[in-house]
């Protein structure tokens, strides 16, 4: 992967710690003691925590501050299931209804600047995320329907429901790529389906790349008690 900013490290590390249960469920994080861990000023490592509370894998307390949120496979499996079932919706009435041409083009140039993105042999994973999201954000809004995209931003809010909720793992660079690169074809795919007024095809596409998220923690249900115990990884690349 390309060099990080401080911001992404400490965002990628404390994900991982999270999620791995080196973080209890309900416990609560410090800035100060994760600034002076991580070898970091307190700014990038509040700002990785906001973005993780977006993800759904922190709750803001009251008092201040952050506390993790506890979740198990279930709850991953859940929320991605959800999500797919909400943007086929969205996808589906976008078709059926026609959607607004330059949301459409919104959605066309995420894609393509995705593929500069995944151009090379690393990834800036934080353009990846942020041209997936607008993709995503697209697809809640073409459907016209306001209901709909609400749904979906209060969704996003559950663990690792977010679209661009993932791990960068290194070790699996080669493989994460390939991911990459298919999860955008899938965009491609669910746009040209819209664009078409393929309706039936575009909810199938889109369900089925949202369950695409769910391939890369397959291995956990052979592993369910581990996570509930919080000793098992999980490795999610967005979709």
Known sequence: MTTKTHTERALITLR???VSGAYAGGQRLFEVALAEDLNISRTPVRAALSKLAEEGLLDRMKSGGFAVRKFDLRDVTDTIELRGVL?????????EMGADPEILAQADDAIS???????????DMSKYSKYNSI???CLARACGSRVLARELTRVTTLPFASPSAFLDDESRATQLLRNLIVANEQHRAILNAIANRQSARAEALTREHARAALQNVEFLTKNEAALREGSAPLAIVSA
């Not at 943007?87 to 078709?95: V, W």
Request: aromatic share 4%; charged share 25%; glycine share 8%.
């Open 16 to 18: 991982q710690r999270i």
């Open 87 to 95: 943007e086929g919706t969205a996808a589906r009435l976008a078709a």
């Open 113 to 123: 600047q995705i593929d500069k993105v995944l151009s090379g042999k690393t990834v």
């Open 135 to 137: 993709f995503h954000d």
